[in-house]
């Protein structure tokens, strides 16, 4: 049972930036991740998904080129760095992982492909 643990997120204004991590309590190579988030009054949404073993990353259309996920493998820790910040970008943001790889790119951003998630992390970006 992979655990996965959140930290970073916070209060930023916007046009800031902000990084959150996730840590793993496995070989996160090994695991397809990918980062969510949830703001008030709205379903779930995925923003970023980075394969198991490959680089290969796919973004949904508001996190990209703002919004970078990345991997230690050393630490078997995620990263989702956030760039220009928006009011809109506030929400819980979750990170989630699924055991072996995952290429298909529509499946990549639903909520229910994923087996295992963070705790959620508060991010709240002011004007």
């Known amino acids: 049972q992979l655990q996965l643990v959140q930290s970073g997120g916070g209060l930023a204004q916007s046009g800031g930036s902000l990084t959150l991590s996730c840590a793993a309590s496995?070989?996160?190579?090994?695991?397809?991740v990918g980062w969510f988030r949830q703001a008030p009054g709205k379903e779930r949404e995925g923003g970023s998904r980075?394969?198991?073993?490959?680089?290969?990353?796919i973004s949904a259309d508001f996190a990209r080129n703002r919004f970078i996920i990345s991997r230690d493998t050393k630490k078997n820790t995620v990263y989702l760095r956030m760039d220009n910040l928006e009011t809109d970008d506030t929400a819980v943001y979750y990170c989630?992982?699924?055991?072996?790889?995952?290429?298909?790119?529509?499946?990549?951003?639903?909520?229910?492909?994923?087996?295992?998630w963070g705790q959620g992390t508060q991010v709240t970006v002011s004007s």
């Open positions: 496995g070989q996160i190579l090994d695991y397809t």
């Open positions: 980075m394969r198991a073993r490959f680089n290969n990353v």
């Open positions: 989630a992982a699924r055991l072996g790889d995952m290429a298909d790119r529509k499946l990549g951003l639903k909520e229910s492909a994923y087996e295992y």
